[in-house]
């Protein structure tokens, strides 16, 4: 079980707006810490999608955007396209457990 | 722009140590958090530990009794160590690298290597 509650799984249409949740607590998102975002399609490793809950990683488009709450984040993306379909993972770190820590993921299927 | 290739046996039987190494290329290999995370077949990601230039780690706490991370600088590499593996340790690992504070993001990746742990 993920320390970063995300849900297994989202879909879209091509062109409509998408949002996957990421959901800690209080010894970890809901400390301070950074949220990221990464977007693993199969095959390659996962590729920095979002840094410290809202940048852009280079290259990544505008259609992309992430934001914090509380103990919460949540990444935006806009304008699906088929290309999207991938894995979506969101990461922080956790101060009781010292530790880096990852969501379950989130598949997200376009439609 | 940096560039990380692993290294290291596909297969691993129980028991024994699964060991694997990252060069690093396109920038030096002080000033940056090295890490090790896996993936379970079908599973999320799970980060395993880190090690910065210094020498200094910090290790889950659900693999530290079995992990050890180590650096070469003259090498510009540095490695994982997993004794005592078992199947539940069958996972494609990647080595990562980032910004040399805690929760930082990981903005390189290795290619990955799949270990599996059968005898």
């Known amino acids: 079980q993920s320390v970063l509650t995300q849900p297994p799984s989202v879909s879209g249409a091509p062109g409509q707006r998408v949002t996957i949740s990421c959901t800690g607590s209080?010894?970890?998102?809901?400390?301070?810490?950074?949220v990221h975002w990464y977007q693993q399609v199969p095959g390659p490793a996962p590729k920095l999608l979002i840094y410290?809950?809202?940048n852009r990683a280079s290259g990544v488009p505008g259609r992309f955007s992430g934001s914090k709450s509380g103990t919460s984040a949540s990444l935006a993306i806009t304008g699906l396209q088929v290309e999207d379909e991938a894995d979506y993972y969101c990461?922080?770190?956790?101060?009781?457990?010292?530790?880096?820590?990852f969501g379950g993921g989130t598949k997200l299927t376009v439609l | 722009q940096v560039q990380l290739q692993m290294s290291g046996p596909g297969l691993v039987k129980p028991s024994e140590t699964l060991s694997l190494t990252c060069i690093v290329s396109?920038?030096?290999?002080?000033?940056?958090?090295w890490s090790w995370i896996r993936q379970p077949p079908g599973k999320g990601l799970e980060w395993i530990g880190c090690?910065?230039?210094?020498?200094?780690?910090d290790y889950n706490p659900s693999l530290r009794s079995r992990v050890t991370i180590s650096v070469d600088m003259s090498k510009k590499q540095f490695s994982l160590r997993l004794t005592s593996v078992t199947a539940a340790d069958t996972a494609l690992y990647y080595c990562?690298?980032?910004?040399?504070?805690?929760?930082?993001?990981?903005?390189?990746w290795g290619q990955g290597t799949l270990v599996t742990v059968s005898s």
């Open positions: 990562a690298g980032g910004a040399p504070y805690s929760g930082s993001p990981f903005d390189y």
């Open positions: 090690i910065y230039y210094s020498g200094s780690t």
């Open positions: 990461q922080s770190f956790d101060t009781n457990l010292r530790t880096w820590v």
């Open positions: 410290r809950n809202n």
């Open positions: 209080s010894s970890n998102i809901g400390a301070g810490y950074d």
């Open positions: 396109g920038d030096s290999i002080s000033g940056y958090y």
